[in-house]
């Protein structure tokens, strides 16, 4: 089983940055993807940003630009620098992790752009 714990959400305003971070435990070995999810009021659950093993990152494009994803060296930790937040980005972002066809999710973290 995996544990995923996340922190640092918030509000903010708009322009600001925060940063997420999302800490994996538990049975984890081998190659495994890990990312942010994000669900808007009244939108469907949309992928921000993932990181695979081997250091290949990808994110979405109405994030490009602004969203950085990374993970640490012991690649058990995933982060997301959200810089330039908008208030469409206001949304419950979820970590991931999916390995060997099986995704994990964090109990998610409340982002709020708001002046």
């Known amino acids: 089983q995996v544990h995923l714990v996340e922190s640092g959400g918030g509000l903010v305003q708009p322009g600001g940055s925060l940063r997420l971070s999302c800490e994996a435990s538990?049975?984890?070995?081998?190659?495994?993807?890990m990312g942010w999810y994000r669900e808007a009021p009244g939108k469907e659950r949309e992928l921000v940003a993932a990181a695979f093993s081997g250091g290949f990152t990808t994110v979405s494009d109405p994030v490009k630009g602004r969203f950085t994803i990374s993970r640490d060296n012991a690649g058990n930790t995933v982060y997301l620098q959200m810089n330039s937040l908008q208030p469409e980005d206001t949304a419950v972002y979820y970590c991931t992790l999916k390995a060997d066809s099986v995704e994990y999710w964090g109990q998610g973290t409340q982002v709020t752009v708001s002046s």
């Open positions: 538990g049975s984890i070995s081998g190659l495994f993807v």
